[in-house]
């Protein structure tokens, strides 16, 4: 495919000075959200559309409503599941990766569940997933550990089938046009059995459930730890760049906080002017405003030099 628009898409001189303070940064942070994904066509999560506009997306994703309805639960998950197979990383992701190969001291946080930073080949050890993954699976049984990650099998079990006459909203047409609604569907979502929902190998009782975090979870332990060994390691950040995500809700938040009180500039790459972090923007930070798939490659460039687009894992799998 071919590399990135050569055109100016950031003012000259903002282009500049960030480059030149990329360049001589030794340890930098992302921290990305949803706003990354964008250009891949994925919808938000509380946007998801289609059939699923009808229901609360919040409410369903919580393990309360996994106990009392699974499979209306796990036929929403295996719905983002069939998304985000459907979309590719964009540009953004792979000139993430590509800058996480080349700066020893980078370390990057996601707020997504998506799967396109591992497919663009972003290093997992440097790649610290704040929200689990929609492709990782574990065990609902409290005392079962079983789990497992990179499950791209679509759908992961045949009763969670995606439709797919005129009505699928997951169709190229459908993603295109950006409107997903089905007002007048006589599609309804099926009731399915527990014994049709996927069932732990290991405990061979428990139903596997996403390896996302739910409302009223905590963030993965281990993932928190690595960040914290990862920022109390050394006194300085130099740089913390944040795309597609206004990091104003806590813990995201803080780490803009924390990366500032090291040292860091912060760079915010976003298609909303007022996006900007709960701390504001300090003199000397940047905003480059618009589509993080034209953005990111262009203002990592004096790092990763040309990006041009490769076929992702989840293709050769």
């Given at each position: 495919?071919?590399?990135?628009?050569?055109?100016?898409?950031?003012?000259?001189?903002?282009?500049?000075?960030?480059?030149?303070?990329?360049?001589?940064?030794?340890?930098i942070l992302a921290l990305l959200g949803a706003g990354l994904s964008a250009s891949s066509g994925l919808p938000t999560f509380r946007g998801a559309?289609?059939?699923?506009?009808?229901?609360?997306?919040?409410?369903?994703?919580?393990?309360?409503?996994?106990?009392?309805?699974?499979?209306?639960?796990?036929?929403?998950?295996?719905?983002?599941?069939?998304?985000?197979?459907?979309?590719?990383?964009?540009?953004?992701?792979?000139?993430?990766?590509?800058?996480?190969?080349?700066?020893?001291?980078?370390?990057?946080?996601?707020?997504?569940?998506?799967?396109?930073?591992?497919?663009?080949?972003?290093?997992?050890?440097?790649?610290?997933?704040?929200?689990?993954?929609?492709?990782?699976?574990?065990c609902s049984d409290f005392f079962c550990s079983y789990s497992e990650t990179a499950n791209y099998t679509d759908p992961i079990v045949p009763a969670?089938?995606?439709?797919?006459?005129?009505?699928?909203?997951?169709?190229?047409?459908?993603?295109?046009?950006?409107?997903?609604?089905?007002?007048d569907s006589n599609v309804l979502l099926p009731e399915l059995a527990i014994r049709d929902l996927p069932r732990c190998p290991n405990c061979k009782?428990?139903?596997?459930?996403?390896?996302?975090?739910?409302?009223?979870?905590?963030?993965?332990?281990?993932?928190?730890?690595?960040?914290?060994?990862?920022?109390?390691?050394?006194?300085?950040?130099?740089?913390?760049?944040?795309?597609?995500?206004?990091?104003?809700?806590?813990?995201?938040?803080?780490?803009?906080?924390?990366?500032?009180?090291?040292?860091?500039?912060?760079?915010?790459?976003?298609?909303?002017?007022?996006?900007?972090?709960?701390?504001?923007?300090?003199?000397?930070?940047?905003?480059?405003?618009?589509?993080?798939?034209?953005?990111?490659?262009?203002?990592?460039?004096?790092?990763?030099?040309?990006?041009?687009?490769?076929?992702?894992?989840?293709?050769?799998?």
């Open positions: 495919m071919a590399s990135t628009a050569t055109r100016p898409i950031v003012p000259p001189a903002d282009l500049e000075s960030f480059q030149a303070h990329l360049n001589r940064s030794t340890r559309g289609g059939l699923w506009r009808t229901h609360d997306a919040v409410q369903l994703a919580t393990p309360s409503a996994f106990s009392r309805d699974p499979g209306l639960v796990w036929q929403f998950y295996s719905y983002r599941r069939h998304m985000a197979l459907q979309a590719k990383p964009n540009p953004a992701h792979y000139a993430l990766a590509e800058l996480a190969k080349r700066k020893e001291g980078f370390m990057t946080l996601s707020q997504n569940v998506d799967g396109l930073s591992p497919r663009a080949g972003h290093p997992a050890s440097t790649l610290k997933l704040l929200h689990g993954s929609l492709f990782d699976v574990k969670l089938q995606i439709p797919t006459d005129e009505s699928d909203p997951t169709t190229t047409s459908a993603l295109q046009a950006r409107e997903l609604d089905i007002s009782k428990g139903l596997l459930r996403p390896g996302v975090v739910w409302f009223g979870e905590m963030l993965p332990t281990a993932v928190l730890n690595d960040i914290d060994r990862w920022i109390t390691e050394s006194n300085t950040i130099d740089l913390i760049i944040v795309i597609g995500t206004s990091a104003r809700v806590y813990p995201a938040a803080g780490y803009v906080d924390l990366a500032r009180s090291k040292g860091a500039r912060v760079a915010v790459v976003n298609v909303d002017r007022d996006d900007e972090p709960a701390s504001g923007m300090y003199q000397g930070d940047w905003f480059f405003e618009g589509d993080a798939a034209q953005i990111v490659p262009e203002i990592l460039k004096s790092v990763i030099g040309e990006i041009t687009e490769m076929p992702d894992a989840a293709e050769e799998r």
